[in-house]
C-alpha cells in the first residue's frame, strides 16, 4: 500500500504539489470513486486507479537495454547535449537513470533503470562483473600489445601511477586498423582509449557488447533499446550475476 499523491506522482502524473491539486479537483478516481485525500492509501496491485477517467497502472522497477548512440551523453539531464534517458520513449517512470557511463562518443550496452541496488551491483568493483567491449584500433594489434594489455598497463597522468587490472583480449583483425574485443573488470574514466594510449594507439570506434550476462542485442541499431526480458532481469538482479 502507498500513499495516492506519491503513487501518481511516482508514475510521472506531475510532480506532488500537481498531483495534490489534481486529487482535490476530483480528477482522480479509485475504483469508480474520486479519491479527494492525496494522503489516502491505495494498492499497487488491486486498486485501479485513473487519473482523467485512464486507468494508472504501478510499476516499481524499469529496466531497458539501449544500444546508445554516439553524441548523447550518458545522464539524466545535460546542458548542451542529448542524454541516454530521454531516448526512453515508453517509459512510465520519471527517475530512470544509466547504470553506469559510456563516453559521449562511445556506443552499445547500457542498461536503463530506476534500480539503484542494480546498478550498484553492476558497477561497484568489487563485485567485479565483466564488461566486453569491440575496439577498433589505429595500428597493427600483435602479440606484444596483448600481452601487455592483459597483464595491465599505467593509465596514470602527471606522474602518479595508475594500474589497470589484469583484462583479456582476443584480436579480430591485426592491421594498419585492428580490431579486437577487450574485457574489462574496472570502469575508469576513458579506461579503454588511455590503455591503448599507453602502448601508443589511438582508439577509433568503441562499443560495448556485453556486461556481466547481459548481452546487446544485436538486433538494436544504435538509438534503439527494449526493456529486458524476465530472464535477462533476473540473471542481473541476481547476486552472482557476472561473477566469476
Ligand atoms: N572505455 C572508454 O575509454 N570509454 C568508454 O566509454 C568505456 C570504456
Request: proline fraction near 5%.
Amino acid at each position: 500500500m502507498m500513499r495516492l499523491d506519491k503513487f501518481l506522482a511516482e508514475m510521472g502524473i506531475g510532480t506532488r504539489q500537481e498531483v495534490k491539486k489534481y486529487i482535490r479537483k476530483g480528477m482522480v478516481t479509485v475504483n469508480g470513486s474520486p479519491a479527494l485525500r492525496p494522503e489516502e492509501k491505495v494498492s499497487e496491485t488491486s486498486d485501479q486507479v485513473c487519473f482523467e477517467e485512464k486507468p494508472v497502472s504501478y510499476v516499481k522497477y524499469e529496466y531497458y537495454m539501449l544500444n546508445k548512440p554516439a553524441g548523447v551523453v550518458s545522464a539524466t539531464e545535460d546542458r548542451r547535449d542529448p542524454v541516454v534517458v530521454d531516448l526512453i520513449r515508453e517509459k512510465k517512470r520519471k527517475d530512470l537513470f544509466p547504470a553506469g557511463r559510456l563516453d559521449k562518443d562511445t556506443e552499445g550496452l547500457l542498461l536503463i533503470t530506476n534500480d539503484g541496488a542494480l546498478a550498484h551491483r553492476l558497477l561497484s568493483p568489487s563485485h567485479h562483473v565483466d564488461k566486453t567491449y569491440f575496439v577498433r584500433v589505429e595500428g597493427k594489434v600483435t602479440g606484444a600489445e596483448k600481452k601487455i594489455l592483459e597483464a595491465g598497463v599505467d593509465i596514470g597522468e602527471n606522474g602518479t601511477e595508475e594500474r589497470t587490472r589484469p583484462a583479456k583480449m582476443e584480436i579480430l583483425a591485426s592491421g594498419p586498423v585492428s580490431q579486437v574485443l577487450l574485457t574489462i573488470r574496472e570502469g575508469k574514466y576513458h579506461q579503454i582509449k588511455r590503455m591503448f594510449q599507453a602502448v601508443g594507439m589511438q582508439v577509433l570506434y568503441l562499443k560495448r557488447l556485453s556486461m556481466g550476462k547481459l548481452t546487446l542485442d544485436p538486433a538494436l541499431a544504435p538509438g534503439e533499446y527494449r526493456p529486458l526480458t524476465k530472464e535477462e532481469i533476473a540473471s542481473v538482479t541476481d547476486e552472482n550475476a557476472g561473477k566469476y
